[in-house]
């Protein structure tokens, strides 16, 4: 399992994220309280929105504590919406290709959870991957696979629909060629205006996700485990895909479809 954190609002140093708080991504990589894998070492990545309409991208596949060059760029980039991602793989190799976040255009994607025996149908899964997305597979995670074939299934035009679409057709093959867990999804993504997450299970352990305002009520934080123990953090319930903005947070059913 992974841990995620993502930012919306006015815009800030991602350090005030990635490495300050006391629980911060940085600390989770080395202990998080809310997985079975105390430790996140398989990886990090950074993917963050300013001026242009496609993110930055910033991944590696050293453990995020060990990484100078993350510290002085989460020091000196300040963002308005981003990404934070440390991995712990589910068996799929410790590359930078399959390091989260994910992007591809304007969209970026990251992923806590698993797909249950994707490695019986990962071929299966790459086929639902339409010719002119393929050239953007560069890894071999359930998770890239998962966000290119939401992109097919229309995310620009319908967040929601798309990604439900998505999750159906994984969950679908799971179901046939898998095992169970069939799906767990704790997965937030953006196209750079607004902040989506999800919260899903087919049995009863979704993946954690919670939100926060901040302190000072210029942004929000939508995270995979608290950064902070005194903040006011709200679970996201399972079974719900969220809307974010600065100023707004809208909730809704998260039904997967076939």
Same mark, same amino acid.
């Given at each position: 399992m992974c841990r995620w954190a993502a930012y919306i609002g006015t815009p800030v140093h991602l350090d005030e994220v990635v490495s300050k708080p006391e629980q911060s991504l940085v600390a989770q990589s080395v202990h998080a309280f809310e997985c079975k894998t105390q430790t996140n070492a398989d990886g990090f990545g950074i993917a963050w929105y300013d001026s242009r309409e496609e993110p930055g991208l910033y991944r590696d596949t050293h453990p995020a504590w060990s990484d100078p060059n993350l510290r002085s760029i989460t020091h000196q980039v300040r963002s308005g919406l981003f990404l934070a991602h440390v991995r712990a793989s589910t068996g799929t190799a410790t590359s930078r290709n399959n390091c989260h976040p994910f992007t591809h255009g304007c969209w970026s994607f990251m992923h806590n959870g698993q797909v249950g025996g994707f490695e019986n149908f990962r071929r299966r899964a790459d086929m &639902?991957? *339409?010719? !002119?997305?393929?050239?953007?597979?560069?890894? @071999?995670?359930?998770?890239? $696979?998962?966000?290119?074939?939401?992109? %097919?299934?229309?995310l620009f035009e319908d967040p929601k629909g798309a990604m439900e679409r998505a999750v159906g057709k994984m969950e679908a093959l799971s179901r046939e060629?898998?095992?169970?867990?069939? &799906?767990?999804?704790? $997965? @937030?993504? %953006?196209?750079?205006? @607004?902040? =989506?997450?999800?919260? =899903?299970?087919? !049995?009863?352990? $979704?993946?954690?996700?919670y939100s926060s305002r901040t302190a000072d009520g210029t942004g929000r934080l939508v995270v995979s485990e608290p950064l902070h123990k005194g903040e006011c953090w709200e679970a996201v *319930? @399972?079974? %719900?895909?969220?809307?974010?903005t600065a100023d707004e947070a809208v909730i809704q059913d998260f039904v997967p479809q076939t």
């Open positions: &639902m991957i *339409p010719d !002119d997305l393929y050239g953007a597979r560069k890894g @071999a995670t359930d998770s890239e $696979a998962l966000f290119l074939i939401a992109i %097919s299934e229309g060629f898998g095992h169970t867990p069939h &799906m767990r999804i704790g $997965a @937030a993504f %953006s196209c750079g205006q @607004a902040l =989506y997450a999800v919260r =899903y299970a087919s !049995d009863h352990l $979704a993946p954690t996700v *319930p @399972a079974g %719900s895909i969220c809307r974010y």
